[in-house]
């Protein structure tokens, strides 16, 4: 009988330059490259998804290593699920453990704490890894429904937003919300905004993040919504 863990974590950079992230995926690489399932890196973002199974006793060794690699801001654990293996014709049975964060079910919670604790920029960074995740997948199910191809279009942010409002599945509200989130962080980015915060922008921010948790809460709903109708008429 043999154990390790199913992790996948998110790794928030503290710049835009997709060269640093390209050396951010090799550092990982030389970490554990033989036990790395996926590594990835969307164009024009700050954030690099990685999944891997490690051994249990080596996961929090391996995520510190991560977390102080030159312009790693922070590492979100999305997932960690143990997995017994009792031998090769028996079935692999996978036992939740401490999830910290998973985007299927409730990120709103990690994002509050994060405005409650002041950290403005992991709040804001955070929503917008969560408006692409489900702007794409919304995307991706529209594109089925209506035969019109968006895949080679969803690389950056700004790009899933005003597709999403171009075919009339957010409207002008939560664009402008979520277009208020997305330059903020780019502005954090540049400005180093996250540790210079006066009164008056934490007041700012903290509407902003409040709206930001608005258009989750519409995203999570429309997508839910379109896998309800593909369960019906695609049958899957």
């Not at 604790?117 to 929503?127: F, H, T």
């Amino acid at each position: 009988m043999s154990e390790y863990a199913e992790v996948s974590f998110t790794i928030i950079g503290n710049v835009i330059d997709d060269d640093i992230y390209n050396q951010i995926m090799e550092a990982v690489k030389r970490i554990d490259d033989n036990n790395i399932n996926t590594i990835t890196h969307t164009i024009g973002t700050n954030t690099v998804y990685v999944s891997a199974n490690w051994n249990e006793s080596e996961v929090d060794e391996k995520m510190e290593g991560i977390r102080k690699l030159s312009n790693v801001k922070l590492v979100v654990l999305l997932k960690k699920n143990k997995v017994i293996r009792r031998n090769n014709v028996e079935p692999i049975i996978k036992i939740s453990d401490e999830v910290s964060w998973d985007m299927e079910k409730n990120p709103v919670d990690e994002i509050t704490r994060a405005k409650d604790a002041k950290d403005y920029y992991k709040a804001i960074s955070l929503s917008c890894t969560v408006f692409g995740h489900y702007g794409k997948k919304i995307l991706l199910y529209h594109s089925k429904k209506t035969g019109i191809q968006v895949s080679k279009q969803l690389g950056r942010l700004e790009s899933i937003i005003c597709l999403l409002y171009n075919h009339n599945l957010i409207d002008q509200t939560i664009y402008d919300k979520i277009e208020g989130v997305r330059k903020l962080r780019n502005i954090m980015q540049h400005e180093d905004r996250s540790f210079k915060f006066s009164s008056f922008q934490a007041q700012e921010a903290e509407t902003i993040i409040i709206n930001s948790l608005d258009c989750i809460e519409f995203l999570k709903t429309k997508y839910k919504n379109i896998i309800a109708w593909g369960n019906k008429y695609w049958r899957i």
